[in-house]
């Protein structure tokens, strides 16, 4: 099984963001997770596309950038232009869904993510039936399933997620596709567990990574452990 661990850079000292994205990249993060929140979709405001292209070479991890914001379709390009290596946009903010993701894997990209373009992604908020993304499923390269309503970090993992999750997988694996199914909020050595016996098999982790009662400022061990702890997880430990 593959687990990803995708630190958000939510959680890091912005005065020092290069600096904290190079650590990640040393640590072993698999993807670095750029949450852009516009102040409608979700009630905070964080970066756009701006910040990507300055992160950009800092590091050659995927920047993947999760659209927490209205209208979406709107800065698409900017984000590919600023060289994200994802693009997950919410169903919630998405009338025209099938077309958006669409648009995101027709963006020029600079090739360097796994699937050689942008990875298209639709994110759920935690009360958002799967049944949103099964007719466009084909077209998602990730899933991600909220484990906590976006907004903040450093909330709790709500469980009652896992069953959705559980679900997804089972329809993925039926279907003989490579979507991946990501989990982001309250994920921890406590939670990881759960989402990746679930079936996630990428994991976005904020405070988990930036505030490790455990690890402090040695983001690498963090990382490491979120990782074992899903692995062992999920082949029923
Ligand atoms: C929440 C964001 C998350 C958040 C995760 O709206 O999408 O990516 O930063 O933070 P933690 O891991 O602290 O819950
Ligand atoms: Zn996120």
Redesign the pocket.
Known sequence: MTARIAP?I??ADFARLGEEVRSLDAGGADWI?V?VMDGRF?PNLTIGAPVVAALRPVTRRPLDC?L?IVEPERYTADFAKAGADGITVHAEACPHLHRNLQDIRAQPHRGASERGRILAGVSLNPHTPIDVVMHVLELCDVVLLMT?N??????SFIREVCPKIAALRAEIDARGLSTIIQV????SPATIGDAARAGADCF?????VFRSPEFGSDYGAAIAQLRQLAIVAASGG
């Open positions: 958000s939510l959680s997770h949450d979700v999760h927490m906590v976006p907004g903040f970090g450093g909330q982001d909020g309250g994920v976005v982790a904020g405070s988990a």
